[in-house]
């Protein structure tokens, strides 16, 4: 959905490296998350938003920080990266107001790999 | 445990068959069920959504099931066409403060002419 942009779409990183991977909506959504995909797992959520003041872990938050800069922009860390954070990264949007149940819409994702 | 189990893994169907996915949840409180597309390199994008009191949902050729007594959904595709070929994911809210989402898996669907 090119109303949530990620940056960057793939990355290569080496072990203990920090990283950042940034997310951008312009659908005017308070409400954000940030999801790993692993191969034949289901998305995980590691941090969640609902606005610009509130940030909250999900269920894999551990070696994760994020930041909420803006409405629109919420970034997510990876302080020292490790071999098993190696996995495929969706950010998403939501607005509870809307007629959608509070539909996620998600970005197009970013590939991260740790060697 | 909250979770929601797909089948199968994996399908291979020809062009123009149709086909059923399974899912089944374990999630409680139920606050609704909805179904995602993944195309290959891209984000989820919602197919249907339904809620405790409905029973099938349609968009277009895909057509969902819910049964909330047995915790079970179906997805089902009716005349399948190349670009169905994705990743189907079904993803249950669970009722409570923050809608959290619990996702399946998913089923890999891949239609050959």
């Known amino acids: 959905d090119a109303d949530v942009t990620q940056t960057p779409r793939n990355r290569i990183t080496k072990t203990g490296k920090r990283i950042m991977l940034e997310c951008s909506q312009t659908k005017g959504h308070d409400r954000m998350y940030w999801y790993r995909q692993d191969p034949g797992l289901g998305l995980r959520l590691i941090y969640y938003?609902?606005?610009?003041?509130?940030?909250n872990k999900g269920e894999i938050s551990d070696g994760y920080s994020v930041s909420r800069q803006a409405q629109a922009k919420f970034s997510l860390s990876l302080e020292s990266a490790i071999p098993n954070q190696t996995a495929l990264y969706f950010c998403?949007?939501?607005?509870?107001?809307?007629?959608?149940?509070?539909?996620?819409?998600f970005g197009p994702g970013t590939r991260l790999t740790v060697t | 445990k909250n979770q929601v189990e797909q089948s199968p893994q994996s399908l291979i169907i020809l062009e123009g068959k149709n086909c059923t996915l399974q899912c089944n949840y374990t999630v409680s409180p139920f606050s609704n069920l909805r179904w995602y597309k993944q195309d290959t390199g891209r984000g989820p994008v919602s197919l249907t959504i339904?809620?405790?009191?409905?029973n099938t949902k349609s968009n277009g050729r895909y057509t969902a099931t819910l049964d909330a007594d047995t915790k079970q959904s179906s997805l089902h595709i009716t005349a399948s066409q190349l670009s169905d070929s994705a990743s189907y994911i079904c993803v249950v809210t669970i009722k409570a403060a923050g809608n959290k989402l619990t996702f399946g898996g998913g089923t890999r669907v891949l239609v050959k002419p």
């Open positions: 938003s609902f606005d610009v003041k509130d940030i």
């Open positions: 998403a949007t939501s607005d509870p107001s809307g007629t959608g149940s509070d539909e996620q819409y």
């Open positions: 339904m809620t405790f009191s409905e």
